[in-house]
């Protein structure tokens, strides 16, 4: 479980890293990093399978690499023979769904909105493989209902499918989430709210956002289970995801996660707002980097060797630079362009 985890979430923070370098040298004028999520969101969509609904922000790229591609396609080899995976890919072109998506986050044709829009703010399906991702609204607690009507949907037309959707924790305090999560919890539907707390949502702290304990607890006031998991930790989080999809399947009703992770940047990159976090706060979650606490737990449990962890961040960094490299010559979409012609 850990070498499949690991590799994913590699991949996702050389994704997050070759972006942020374009941002800082000029190339892209804005960019929303997901570094110091990865755990979180590669061991959720870890959780689902084909025919899921994966509803997700501008953070989830983790979950979104997970459920797009099948990292033994772009990397052979990658795995020991006859290794048992946690999750089985869905299927179809790993790297051209890569490109497409970098073509997304460049703007340009090719993007799932055929460039209309720069950001993760478009749905991508692919019926024949079972990828349901439906993607951000701005107003993120604006998801919650979208996320829940995705789970009535599999519910009325009696399928054993659920929907997840991450949150941040400053966006459970908009009605969207107590509407949200209280016709999910009326109606048992198969639906999985996931909420990402880095405990400073864009520059205010939790301490003036809610007054109690954790978000978890929240959860007694719907009736359904509400649970807290360390956000660094992949393997406890896929748990706390495996229990609560079975739940759903099961016709349980819905689970309300609540992943206490690090702030590692900004809301946005070149914004102020991770200058108001102290100095010791960011510290304690720099040093807890879940890049770092998984690489250390696969050599000292000698699972894999320095040189392997070197070889897939270098044929990560080498995919992504590659890709990328090759979004940014495609064309940008001319006034006219047909969003519908890049749809699928």
């Known amino acids: 479980m850990l070498r499949e985890l690991h590799a994913y979430m590699r991949l996702t923070r050389e994704w997050d890293?070759?972006?942020?370098?374009?941002?800082?040298?000029?190339?892209?004028?804005?960019?929303?990093?997901?570094?110091?999520?990865?755990?979180?969101?590669?061991?959720?969509?870890?959780?689902?399978?084909?025919?899921?609904?994966?509803?997700?922000?501008?953070?989830?790229?983790?979950?979104?690499?997970?459920?797009?591609?099948?990292?033994?396609?772009?990397?052979?080899?990658?795995?020991?023979e006859k290794m048992s995976l946690v999750r089985q890919p869905l299927g179809g072109d790993s790297r051209d769904r890569l490109f497409r998506l970098a073509c997304q986050m460049l703007g340009r044709e090719h993007g799932f909105s055929g460039g209309h829009e720069r950001s993760y703010h478009y749905n991508h399906m692919e019926p024949d493989h079972g990828?349901?991702?439906?993607?951000?609204?701005?107003?993120?607690?604006?998801?919650?209902?979208?996320?829940?009507?995705?789970?009535?949907?599999?519910?009325?037309?009696?399928?054993?499918?659920?929907?997840?959707?991450?949150?941040?924790?400053?966006?459970?305090?908009?009605?969207?989430?107590?509407?949200?999560?209280?016709i999910a919890a009326v109606w048992k539907l198969p639906f999985i709210l996931v909420i990402e707390n880095n405990h400073w949502a864009f520059s205010t702290p939790t301490s003036q956002q809610y007054a109690c304990d954790n978000l978890a607890s929240r959860a007694l006031g719907y009736g359904i289970p509400g649970v807290e998991v360390d956000g660094n930790d992949p393997l406890a989080v896929l748990?706390?995801?495996?229990?609560?999809?079975?739940?759903?399947?099961?016709?349980?009703?819905?689970?309300?996660?609540?992943?206490?992770?690090?702030?590692?940047?900004?809301?946005?990159?070149?914004?102020?707002?991770?200058?108001?976090?102290?100095?010791?706060?960011?510290?304690?979650?720099?040093?807890?980097?879940?890049m770092d606490l998984i690489e250390t737990r696969l050599l000292s449990s000698g699972i894999v060797s320095r040189a392997w962890l070197q070889e897939i961040k270098e044929r990560s960094a080498s995919l992504i630079m590659e890709v990328v490299d090759e979004a940014v010559a495609m064309p940008e979409p001319t006034p006219n362009t047909d969003r519908n012609t890049y749809a699928n």
């Open 239 to 290: 748990k706390v995801m495996q229990t609560a999809v079975k739940r759903a399947r099961a016709g349980e009703g819905p689970t309300l996660v609540e992943a206490h992770l690090g702030r590692h940047r900004g809301h946005s990159e070149g914004d102020d707002s991770l200058n108001q976090v102290p100095s010791d706060e960011l510290k304690g979650y720099l040093d807890n980097d879940p």
């Open 131 to 182: 990828l349901i991702h439906l993607g951000m609204i701005s107003h993120l607690g604006s998801m919650i209902p979208v996320a829940a009507g995705a789970a009535l949907s599999f519910q009325q037309q009696g399928l054993d499918r659920v929907s997840i959707n991450f949150i941040g924790e400053g966006a459970t305090s908009t009605g969207d989430f107590h509407e949200g999560l209280n």
């Open 17 to 80: 890293l070759r972006y942020e370098k374009m941002f800082k040298t000029g190339a892209l004028s804005k960019w929303y990093s997901s570094v110091g999520n990865e755990a979180t969101t590669v061991a959720c969509g870890s959780a689902i399978e084909k025919g899921d609904a994966l509803v997700s922000l501008h953070r989830d790229v983790g979950a979104i690499l997970r459920h797009y591609v099948n990292i033994e396609e772009l990397f052979p080899d990658i795995f020991p």
